[in-house]
């Protein structure tokens, strides 16, 4: 595989966070390491930890409803994909022990664990994972990063009890890489037959955790599975997890989250905010798990199917006048360095392209007067035709911290002096999608996770302009170019590494020189922990945390 994650980043301390040296440690069965030279003995088996989430609380536990982060945050503690990844970014077994490709790549069987059984007592078998599939295809399910993923999956049939049988519509060299993502985990086939109120509230996996309740606006409890047999490959140890209870908070106000972790309310937070990493370095009872996400960078879509960015030039006029390289300086404090890509740069894939993306007013003016925006109204923003240069900007609030909001208001005010018009508009969850669903932006940073480069395709391939059954649609840049789209649509065919590798970064070429996007840093996942939470990682798929491995040294 040539699109490689790097190791996974030990638990550090903060302090390492702002030098950009990234160490590697190896968590290993019987003997951990809290940190370099640091042996703290025998894993523990007992205790709480409590965890507290800044993301959105999810609406759904279940992933394979909808399909976001925060859900991928949660599930991954009681929820297991047929395969994963490795830290060198190969696929790994998980409740799959083995898979073969036919020839021509339009079908794939897969030897299951004869093992495994989930929490309500269902086995995992072949129809389940047909039972699986079957409910994230379906459209009632309104499924959308998982639904996305399947795409090319035209049948899924139990050729016997542990062997599975997946059969293309056309080949598809990231099938793997979908099937090791959370959306796509594992749920009993029983439990599906619930209401989907029932399933939403309490998914039933074949996970290390079991969803035990779940009060809104304040907390899910999970508690331990003693009968836990199915580990990933890279897992540190064998049989059930060592902590007895996992509660898993909702926090949303940054501060209020890092005073509990401070104060031991809680030993772990997501969503770290620069302000209190770089405060967290001053503590010697608080360190940081770093872990970028895969697949997309964060950027900013530029909403092609409509005026004014369906002027290839007055795309390029924004971006040449967004000085985004000094607010990522001042705001994130060295806790983020700028992209110039669309990918992630755990991506090997990644085409990065600073010349792009240089803060260049007067170019951006000459743009606008070439692009007919030559005249300017008595707030200074230009104008066509009666038309003031407006751009319509919803923030989700739940997904966008505090400083890449700051970010977004910095690009505001230097877009201005150029001439444009940018109407920030913070928004829940739900009403920022349905802004989206109405096409009712021109410009939008919405963050996606998908593993591997064949998150190119999700996002730009022109058949993403279509919505998914749950009304999402990923291709929110609107890109529609039948030249990227045979890029893409071949890459997507071809299992040669080095064929592949040479497609995407073709069509990454297109679309960065297309100016449809605005990177501006890779996903931003900074952990903060209490020296006393031992062997949390996260894993190699799309970096959400596991708490299987984690154990108290108290």
């Known amino acids: ?32 390491q809290a940190g370099p030279n640091e042996p703290v003995g025998e894993p523990r088996s007992g205790g709480t ?30 929820l297991e994909s047929l395969v994963s990844r490795d830290s060198g970014g190969r696929i790994i077994p998980w409740l799959a022990e083995s898979w073969t490709p036919s020839d021509d790549g339009l079908t794939w069987d897969f ?28 459209p009632t399910t309104l499924s959308s990063t998982g639904y996305l993923a399947l795409g090319k999956v035209a049948g899924v049939e139990a050729v016997s009890s542990t062997v599975v049988r997946f059969t293309l519509s056309e080949p598809d060299s990231a099938l793997l890489e979908s099937l090791s993502q959370p959306w796509l985990a594992m749920e009993s086939p029983t439990a599906l037959l619930r209401s989907q109120d029932e399933n939403c509230a309490s998914p039933v996996g074949t996970g290390p955790f079991i969803v035990e309740s779940w009060v809104k606006q304040n907390a899910v409890t999970l508690v331990r599975n003693d009968d836990y047999v199915s580990p990933p490959a890279d897992a540190g140890h064998s049989g059930p997890a060592y902590l007895d209870e996992v509660i898993w908070r909702f926090i949303p106000d940054s501060a209020s989250r890092y005073a509990a972790l401070q104060a031991g309310e809680v030993d772990v937070i ?18 940081q798990l770093d872990s970028p996400r895969p697949g997309a960078a964060n950027r900013i879509e530029l909403n092609s199917g409509q005026a004014p960015f369906d002027d290839v030039r007055v795309r390029e006029a924004f971006i040449r006048s967004a000085n985004v390289d000094d607010a990522v300086s001042s705001l994130f404090q060295g806790t983020a360095t700028r992209s110039y890509s669309a990918l992630s740069s755990v991506e090997a894939t990644a085409v990065s392209n600073a010349a792009l993306f240089d803060y260049d007013p007067a170019a951006a003016a000459t743009l606008l007067d070439e692009a007919g925006w ?41 877009a201005k002096e150029t001439g444009f018009e940018v109407k920030l508009a913070p928004l829940d969850l739900s009403s920022w999608y349905a802004a989206l669903a109405a096409n009712d932006y021109d410009a939008v940073s919405a963050p996606y996770t998908k593993v591997g480069p064949d998150v190119l395709r999700i996002l730009y ?23 990227i789209d045979e890029l893409l649509t071949t890459a997507a065919r071809t299992t040669d590494a080095d064929e592949r590798r040479d497609l995407y970064s073709d069509a990454q070429d297109r679309i960065l020189e297309g100016f449809y996007v605005l990177p501006l840093y890779d996903q931003q ?30």
């Open 1 to 32: 595989m040539k699109n490689q994650l790097p190791l996974p980043h030990p638990v550090r301390r903060v302090l390492a966070a702002t030098t950009g040296i990234i160490a590697v440690g190896l968590l290993v069965a019987g003997c951990t």
């Open 270 to 287: 997501d969503n770290a905010q620069p302000d209190t990493i770089m405060q967290a370095e001053q503590s010697d009872a608080i360190e």
């Open 374 to 414: 030559t005249e300017s109204d008595a707030d200074g923003y230009r104008v066509k035709n009666g038309v003031r240069l407006s751009v319509e900007f919803p923030v989700s609030t739940n997904q966008s911290i505090p400083a890449e909001q700051s970010v977004f208001e910095q690009i505001q005010a230097t």
């Open 49 to 78: 930890l409590t965890y507290a989430s800044g993301d959105a609380e999810p609406s759904c536990l279940d992933p394979h409803v909808g399909g976001n982060f925060p859900q991928a945050l949660v599930s991954a503690q009681y």
């Open 461 to 483: 391939h022109s058949d993403s302009i279509v919505p998914a059954p749950s009304g999402y649609f990923a291709n929110l840049a609107q890109v529609s170019d039948p030249d």
């Open 111 to 138: 030897t299951l664990r004869d093992d495994v059984t989930f929490t309500d007592g269902t086995v995992f078998d072949a129809e389940a994972v047909r039972a699986n599939i079957a409910h994230l295809q379906d």
């Open 525 to 554: 996942n900074h952990f903060l922990l209490r020296s006393d939470v031992v062997g949390l990682r996260t894993l190699p798929t799309v970096a959400v945390p596991t708490l299987y491995d984690a154990w108290l040294n108290r």
